[in-house]
């Protein structure tokens, strides 16, 4: 019953800036690591940034800088914003969680169907 919905992607000019959210909902105990991943076309799914529970992050090398990851954990929602945008940026921006659900032992990873993000004049 755990979902993801993602927000925020669009067309944005080379050096702008996005702002992307992914939401969390249902029966869900606690939530673990929440992350971002992409996908481009003919491309595999790539990391892009994960953050722990507790605040820690880490990001892909070609982010470094440019992009922040943050949570609200009372919202359950986790934040990517994404400056100094590149074409190489687009992709589909996936939104990844591991959660506990009420009636689980342990954690399962759960993924939005993604926001299409397109850097381009």
């Known amino acids: 019953q755990v979902q993801l919905v993602e927000s925020g992607g669009g067309l944005v000019q080379p050096g702008g800036s996005l702002r992307l959210s992914c939401a969390a909902s249902?029966?869900?105990?606690?939530?673990?690591?929440m992350g971002w991943y992409r996908q481009a076309p003919g491309k595999e799914r790539e990391l892009v940034a994960v953050?722990?529970?507790?605040?820690?992050?880490d990001y892909a090398d070609s982010v470094k800088g440019r992009f922040t990851i943050s949570r609200d954990n009372a919202k359950k929602m986790v934040y990517l914003q994404m400056n100094s945008l590149k074409p190489e940026d687009t992709a589909v921006y996936h939104c990844n969680a591991q959660i506990k659900l009420i009636d689980w032992a342990g954690y399962m990873d759960y993924w939005g169907e993604g926001t299409l993000v397109t850097v381009s004049s």
């Open positions: 953050i722990t529970s507790g605040g820690s992050t």
């Open positions: 249902g029966s869900i105990f606690s939530i673990n690591g």
